[in-house]
């Protein structure tokens, strides 16, 4: 749920601000000079890594609170990545050896790495990364031992180690995992500036539909660097290679990468490509057998139709897609369908339509609730979020509700209101996402400056010091990254 984000070089300013603690010492006044100015000069990256260390000591203290060993162990392990972020990398090593699965230790040790490379120690990392190498290989299981070495790859990658990556991806035995492993490399490739060798990656990859995506990430690697030229040229080799997919293959799997290509044109401003890429898009679809794929299908297309700003064509292809819903016979799957197609609907504006469509979902009640949430996720969106509040008001499955509520109060936390976020949360009875919408509310709080004051309102408000250990480090994983 969280977003990846990349690393800062935390051992460095940690180092910086012990030294800046040091020289404090010299006289009382001279103390409150030094704060003051320090604070005054303070970069905003390197209050989020002091806001994110205040958090990672609140965690460690909850962490002592825990009277069950198994359960103080696995909040060492929550506590892991942070640790690692903060420093403490022999502490967080530790942790992943007394982890009693090798898959988890594999990539315990995979997030340490990550930590050591984004401070500077590259060699360490990479005794770090054997370890987990060394870890994985020990599971028998092919497929338990794909994700790991997945993770491994694709933290090589990232350390600029392509051709290390490459030889671990080859040791998946797993042709899905494999291609995804290849496609993840060539991304990191690609945000790099290796474009030419995130290309070659690219080519390697067997499976089309994998292939198509791996240039998709380029081009938009590509895109964002402002390399606009570059990233349509990309794009078109992406669409190259579905368009050669066969349709007995698979006609969604084939919708879905000429959607993420329209996608790519429209942040390129391509608005011609993608229109192409659309209309390619609503050919494949029309084709489709199975009535449920095919309404998905559509509402992908009207999802894209409206983002490059033809609303006119994404409500056309949004009517499309509720005929085809129309027609299935078996309750459940209609109910599947009218919940994506009032999502679509939401997505283009009409928020009354949708609940409309959302209203006629019977005897499935879950899809039901789905179908609000998707719904008020739409009007969050679009900023709307007193309308969003009045949806996820109506949703009778506590749930989807609270998941409703828990986006809402992220929103809150965006917008500065970190009192109306937290009276959000207060009305969530799902411990879990009760517990994930006080992460963004304290993560966003700390990173506005009131770390004190996040701490102190989630032990006020949160009960069990478990569930503060994992509040309290996610939000410092957080931060210790930037926006």
Known sequence: MRPVYIALLVGIVVGALACDRSQKKASTAATATAANTAKEQQSPVSKDISAANELYKAALTEKESVIDPSDRLKAAVEILAAQARSGDVAGATATAARMDNDERRARAY????????????????????????????????????????????????????????????????????????????????AHSGDTVGAKVTADQIDDKLERAMAYHSIADAQIKRGDLAGGKNTLEKARAVTDSIDDKDNKSLKVNAYSSIADGEIKAGDLAGAKNTLEKLNATADQIDDKSSKVTAYCYIAES????????????????????????????????????????????????????????????????????????????????????KATADQIDDQSYKATAYTSIAETETKDGNFAGARAIAEQMDDTFKRALAYTFITEAEARAGNVTQAITEVRKSVNDPRIRVTIFAEAASGLFYPQ
């Not at 879950?366 to 969003?388: N, R, V």
């Open 110 to 189: 995979g997030s340490i790495a990550e930590a050591q490379a984004k401070s500077g120690d590259m060699a360490g990392a990479n005794d770090t990364l054997e370890k987990a190498k060394t870890t994985a290989a020990q599971i028998s299981d092919k497929f338990k031992k794909a994700h790991p070495y997945f993770s491994i790859a694709a933290a090589q990658a990232k350390l600029g180690d392509a051709a290390a990556a490459k030889v671990t991806a080859d040791q998946i035995e797993d042709k899905s995992w494999k291609a995804m492993a290849y496609s993840s490399i060539a991304e990191a490739q």
């Open 305 to 388: 139709q409206a983002q490059s700003g033809d609303l006119a064509a994404a409500k056309y292809t949004v009517e499309k897609a509720k005929a085809t819903a129309d027609q299935i016979d078996d309750k459940f799957r209609k109910g599947m369908a009218y919940s994506s197609v009032a999502d679509a609907q939401a997505q283009v504006g009409d928020v009354p339509g949708a609940k409309a469509i959302a209203d006629q979902i019977h005897d499935t009640t879950s899809l039901k609730a789905e179908a609000y949430w998707f719904i008020a996720e739409a009007q969050i969106k679009a900023k709307d979020a007193a309308g969003a």
